[in-house]
């Protein structure tokens, strides 16, 4: 007994294409992507394995289309009378026609689910949107290099890598992915090491930290950035309050709140903050002493070799022998002497050799006048007075 063939849904044999169960996404590495050149590569291969997985499904199908023809014999118009074993034959290539559309819907899904995993793991570094074009110029099928050029003249890659043009821009080169990723990374080690407040090194969705990018902009390496935080934190921070005092009043532009952040300004040199907290810490010196002294002064006792430890010692005599020196100076009618003049002569300073002498004169008078008065106050007192400058 013959029966007609009649495809699709009217032919009791026909049976529903099999759904094919989605391949779950695989759970993103923890690995951070190396460079753009080698994410590119790993997407051209994938996208050269998926072309020829395609091909060879299609060629699967056009066969199977082939035999389906064949079996139908004289191939003319109206329904054809098939045996029983052409029937089955029939079901079996349909089966086949159907398993090779199910095998490219779940090559497509891989596809789909590599993109995935890719833009998952990119999101972990903040770099989601620069995986997002890269759907439509895999499907394009561009060589690697193409891929590579493409990828790096979209604006999110633009955006989130914008302190290598600022660094092209001042003469530096630009730094590979890895290396800008990595030199972020090591930005943020160091300030929770410090135990910085997290808006210092907390980065925005998109894995961007604007101080950072002035810093990579800056040519800050992290062993500089360090010694900045450390300037700040042990020689600042923690140390007397007549420094932070010093540092507030020759720099007013700081505050409490701002300590740390001045320090890490990237347009500043190291050797300039260094300067400056070297300066503060002589003026924290004459305030420890009672004494009063400018940013000025501060600045040119540090280029003159002053630390902090010299300047406490050098403060100490300052104000042991300044008041004295003014006293006799306005007795015996000489010119000024004070802190200005002891500070040159104990520093070392441009003119220390005539403070010297000034002082030497102040104390010669001081003598005479009571080696003159000897015979009249006694000679024990007038010894024990003289020369106590």
Request: no cysteine; hydrophobic share 35%.
């Amino acid at each position: 007994m013959s029966t007609n063939f009649v495809y699709g849904s009217g032919n009791p044999l026909f049976k529903e294409p099999k759904k094919s169960t989605p391949t779950p996404t695989p759970k993103p590495s923890a690995k951070k992507p190396d460079s753009t050149d080698q994410l590119v590569k790993k997407l051209q291969e994938g996208i050269t394995g998926l072309t020829k997985e395609e091909a060879r499904l299609n060629e699967i199908l056009k066969q199977e289309q082939e035999r389906l023809k064949g079996s139908g014999g004289g191939g003319g118009g109206g329904s054809t009378t098939l045996t029983d074993e052409q029937i089955r034959e029939n079901e079996r290539a349909y089966q086949r026609q159907q398993d090779a559309a199910a095998e490219a819907e779940k090559k497509r899904r891989a596809g789909q689910s590599a993109y995935d995993l890719l833009l998952s793991e990119f999101n972990q570094y903040g770099l989601g949107s620069l995986v997002e074009p890269l759907k439509a110029l895999i499907v394009s099928g561009p060589s690697e290099a193409e891929l590579t050029l493409a990828l790096r003249q979209t604006e999110p890659y633009k955006q989130r890598f914008a302190a290598n043009a600022k660094r092209l821009a001042s003469g530096l080169r630009a730094l590979s992915e890895a290396e800008y990723i990595t030199l972020e990374d090591q930005y943020q080690s160091i300030m929770r090491n410090y135990g910085l407040p997290a808006t210092y090194y907390t980065k925005d969705a998109t894995g961007k930290q604007a101080g950072f990018e002035k810093f990579i902009a800056g040519d800050v390496s992290a062993a500089e950035l360090e010694d900045r935080i450390a300037i700040a934190q042990k020689r600042v921070i923690n140390a007397a309050p007549e420094v932070t005092t010093a540092l507030k009043q020759f720099y007013p532009d700081i505050t409490n709140g701002d300590i740390l952040a001045y320090t890490l300004d990237p347009t500043q040199a190291l050797a300039n903050i260094q300067k400056k907290v070297l300066a503060a810490e002589i003026g924290g010196a004459a305030l420890g002493q009672g004494l009063g002294t400018s940013m000025q002064r501060a600045e040119e006792l540090a280029r003159f070799g002053v630390t902090g430890e010299t300047a406490r010692q050098g403060f100490q005599a300052v104000a042991e022998i300044a008041p004295r020196g003014s006293q006799l100076a306005s007795i015996y009618r000489q010119e000024p002497y004070g802190q200005a003049e002891v500070e040159t002569e104990v520093f070392g300073l441009t003119g220390s050799a005539e403070a010297a002498k000034r002082r030497r004169k102040l104390t010669e008078l001081e003598q005479a006048s009571f080696s003159g008065q000897a015979g009249a106050t006694g000679g024990a007192l007038g010894r024990e007075r003289a020369g106590s400058f």
